[in-house]
């Protein structure tokens, strides 16, 4: 069975300083990644995903993420923080489960950007 | 397009009564979710749908009952409210290909 743990539930950073936003998973099989962006009262927005391909990751409003398989790690990162960034992000597995693949999400990390 | 669009927004209900959340998407997705959001937990499956026909249990899916009506929709029916199930629920569909799932703007569901 999969799982995801993400380290924080929250994370405050100063706009203009980086950002570290931390996931562990475990999986059986080789599984896809991805982080999901929630602004308040909104609907899930994806932010990028990883799936087998490069280790580092590319995604919208500057995030990236690598992939590394040996810490069993996929923390999103971003140089420089912007006010709008503030959100919860989610940390989520995609793996083989019943007829289909299926998602498993991380409890979230709210980040908070302070000016 | 319109992507995942769920009806209602917003509701609230008293314990025992019934309803059911309605998903629709235009993509011409084959797979389906419903998910419940709760602070702190992230999202918990529900119940799932791979392809028209056919549905089947999530995490979570005591309480609840899911039809998939056709390709485009998926309903999930409540039919004895509990305070319990006070949460924000969320469609999702995703394309035959791709392991990326497409939410809606959620349902933020009240029972007294």
């Known amino acids: 069975a999969q799982s995801v743990t993400q380290l924080d539930s929250h994370v405050s950073v100063s706009e203009g300083t980086p950002v570290l936003l931390r996931c562990n998973y475990s999986?059986?099989?080789?599984?896809?990644l991805f982080w999901y962006v929630q602004h308040p009262n909104k609907g899930l927005q994806l932010l990028l995903k990883?799936?087998?391909?490069?280790?580092l990751v590319k995604g919208i409003n500057g995030f990236e993420a690598e992939f590394k398989k040996s810490e069993t790690s996929f923390h999103l990162t971003k140089p420089s923080a912007h006010m709008s960034d503030a959100a919860e992000y989610f940390c989520?597995?995609?793996?083989?489960?019943?007829?289909?693949?299926?998602?498993?999400f991380g409890s979230g990390t709210q980040l908070t950007v302070l000016p | 397009n319109a992507g995942v669009t769920q009806t209602p927004k917003f509701q609230v209900l008293k314990t025992g009564q019934s309803m059911t959340l309605q998903c629709a998407q235009d993509m011409n997705h084959n797979s389906m979710y419903w998910y419940r959001q709760d602070p702190g937990m992230g999202l918990r499956l529900i119940y799932y749908s791979a392809s028209e026909g056919t549905t089947d249990k999530g995490e979570v899916p005591n309480g609840y009952n899911v039809s998939r009506l056709n390709k485009r929709e998926f309903s999930l029916r409540l039919e004895s409210a509990a305070p319990s199930q006070t949460s924000v629920y969320f469609c999702?569909?995703?394309?035959?290909?791709?392991?990326?799932?497409?939410f809606g703007p959620g349902t933020r569901l009240t029972v007294l």
């Open positions: 989520v597995v995609s793996d083989i489960s019943g007829s289909a693949r299926q998602l498993t």
């Open positions: 999702a569909s995703k394309g035959l290909t791709s392991d990326t799932q497409y």
């Open positions: 999986s059986s099989y080789s599984p896809s």
């Open positions: 990883y799936t087998s391909a490069a280790t």
